[in-house]
């Protein structure tokens, strides 16, 4: 039983609807054929009974009682033969039945008609309830409930419907569209959240320029008209004012660049792995050579050609090698790995290394670290770091190398 319901539920939708009208077309002409037939059996043994009445009351002159047949108007013609050899036709019509005879000659009528015409519709009717209930309630009941959740904006659920008939491959695709929109729907968030977070970051990191600005503003306005005010003391307060009007310009700088990472699409190509390596080596040479850091360059990557966006694998490895530089106390160093579905860069210096702080909050834009001179480019160079790299399909990690420094792991898919 079971294989014959896999099978069921395998064959495609046409085939069931084409087998299911045969059976029922097929099992309709018997039905109806056998009622029919019992139909006009029960009139001819009710007109039997006449012509044995009719053949007493003429006996004298009747030699023999030869066939019948059926008229049109559903009367029977007797062929009688006459005593005198001539042959007698006479109409036996349902005008001379008794009255409980002639209504069961007009049931048995009324069957032989319309019996067909029920028993085909009933068992068409029947078919189709048969395909409706086995084959499409279940899909379609499942499609709706889909449909209102989604319509909900839930997404937490699966469409689980198994066959190979139309209709699996209905709820097949209707899951895939759900899984697509659970996707871009929690990217969605993901980046609602990131924007709110770099918002409020910069709401929050804008108001100590703003508010030494307007101090000194307030002191300039109230003191300056008196000449209270040395000139030295003046410029030593545009210095300071000048220098915030540089902060408040640098946050405006970030949050641009910020902003538009939301724009930044990626285009994968087929590259040769030996140059790109060798531009990767070359830059990282230079970058330590002017901060005077030895570099320690490896590279484990044995594939030819690695399909990434060159462009975006690049912009990403100048930030972690840019903090990198700035942390170390001698050396960074760089390992490129890849397997089958992912490329990796690992920078590593030996510095200090993160903080319980910055291994939690180090990818959040504008995260202040310990000095507050690399705060900023700090905090958002590793979120765009980290933004980049998800929009590649990869991640990024850090950590602290086990013998000291802070170590950065970025993944890009291929």
């Known amino acids: 039983m079971g294989k014959i319901k896999a099978w069921y539920r395998s064959i495609p939708l046409w085939l069931a609807i084409f087998l299911f009208a045969a059976a029922a077309l097929i099992t309709a002409s018997f039905v109806s054929n056998k009622i029919t037939t019992a139909a006009n059996n029960a009139n001819y043994k009710l007109l039997l009974n006449y012509i044995a009445e009719?053949?007493?009351?003429?006996?004298?002159?009747?030699?023999?009682?030869?066939?019948?047949?059926?008229?049109?108007?559903?009367?029977?013609?007797?062929d009688i033969a006459i005593s005198d050899g001539i042959s007698n036709n006479r109409l036996m019509t349902p005008d001379n039945f008794s009255d409980d005879d002639l209504r069961l000659y007009n049931v048995g009528k009324f069957v032989s008609r319309f019996a067909p015409l029920f028993v085909y519709s009933l068992c068409l009717l029947l078919a189709v309830l048969l395909i409706y209930f086995t084959k499409l309630k279940k899909p379609l009941t499942l499609l709706l409930n889909a449909s209102a959740k989604i319509a909900e904006n839930e997404f937490d659920f699966s469409l689980d419907y198994s066959g190979r008939d139309e209709m699996a491959k209905l709820c097949g695709a209707f899951e895939k569209m759900r899984s697509a929109l659970d996707e871009t729907n929690r990217r969605m968030n993901q980046m609602i959240e990131e924007r709110t977070q770099l918002n409020d970051a910069y709401t929050h990191d804008i108001r100590t320029p703003i508010a030494v600005l307007k101090g000194y503003t307030g002191i300039l306005s109230k003191f300056l008209p008196t000449g209270q005010f040395s000139q030295e003391?003046?410029?030593?307060?545009?210095?300071?004012?000048?220098?915030?009007?540089?902060?408040?310009?640098?946050?405006?700088?970030?949050?641009?660049?910020?902003?538009?990472?939301?724009?930044?699409?990626?285009?994968?190509?087929?590259?040769?792995?030996?140059?790109?390596?060798?531009?990767?080596?070359?830059?990282?040479?230079?970058?330590?050579?002017?901060?005077?850091?030895?570099?320690?360059?490896?590279?484990?990557?044995?594939?030819?050609?690695?399909?990434?966006?060159?462009?975006?694998?690049?912009?990403?490895?100048?930030?972690?090698?840019?903090?990198?530089?700035?942390?170390?106390?001698?050396?960074?160093?760089?390992?490129?790995?890849?397997?089958?579905?992912?490329?990796?860069?690992?920078?590593?210096?030996?510095?200090?290394?993160?903080?319980?702080?910055?291994?939690?909050?180090?990818?959040?834009?504008?995260?202040?670290?310990?000095?507050?001179?690399?705060?900023?480019?700090?905090?958002?160079?590793?979120?765009?770091?980290?933004?980049?790299?998800e929009k590649h399909g990869g991640s990024l990690k850090l950590a602290n190398a086990a013998d000291g420094g802070a170590s950065v792991t970025s993944s890009f898919a291929l």
Do not use: W
């Open 54 to 78: 009719a053949r007493s009351d003429l006996d004298s002159e009747i030699t023999d009682i030869g066939s019948f047949q059926i008229n049109n108007d559903q009367s029977y013609i007797i």
């Open 233 to 389: 003391r003046v410029i030593a307060t545009v210095n300071t004012m000048e220098t915030h009007v540089e902060r408040l310009e640098q946050f405006a700088n970030s949050m641009n660049t910020a902003q538009k990472l939301a724009d930044v699409a990626v285009k994968r190509e087929q590259i040769s792995t030996e140059e790109f390596v060798n531009s990767l080596q070359e830059t990282a040479a230079i970058l330590c050579e002017k901060k005077h850091l030895s570099c320690r360059f490896e590279s484990c990557i044995e594939a030819n050609t690695l399909y990434i966006d060159p462009s975006t694998v690049t912009q990403v490895f100048d930030n972690l090698l840019s903090n990198a530089t700035r942390f170390a106390n001698t050396e960074v160093t760089v390992l490129l790995e890849s397997d089958e579905k992912t490329f990796r860069i690992c920078v590593t210096d030996d510095g200090k290394g993160f903080t319980e702080k910055a291994l939690s909050n180090g990818t959040q834009p504008y995260f202040s670290g310990e000095q507050i001179e690399e705060t900023y480019h700090f905090g958002l160079g590793l979120y765009i770091c980290k933004t980049l790299c």
